[in-house]
């Protein structure tokens, strides 16, 4: 930018005369403000994310059960060869008694 050094020599002779000081200017006005509201409506973000995120895991059962009776886990333990006839039965019993 043709003059722009003569411009700032100007600027610094006026504020500190034979010094050469380059004076730095603070920017546009209020550019702060939006600065500062940025920030927060950020850091706003990442925390409703973060939140969003942890309520959605937490709200699954765990086990992969989705909302599955204990009569059907049951079944499904059996169906699987996890318990044998006799153990089912046993807490089949067990579980109508309740």
């Known amino acids: 930018m043709p003059g722009g050094d003569t411009a700032c020599r100007l600027v610094a002779n006026r504020v500190s005369p034979g010094k050469g000081v380059l004076v730095m200017m603070w920017g546009y006005g209020m550019g702060w403000l939006a600065t500062g509201l940025m920030a927060v409506v950020v850091v706003a973000a990442v925390v409703a994310v973060a939140v969003f995120l942890m309520r959605a895991v937490g ?38 008694e309740h």
């Open 59 to 96: 709200d699954r059962p765990l086990g992969g059960a989705h909302g599955a009776t204990a009569e059907e886990l049951l079944a499904q333990r059996f169906a699987r060869g996890e318990i044998d006839e006799q153990e089912y039965r046993k807490r089949r019993e067990v579980l109508s």
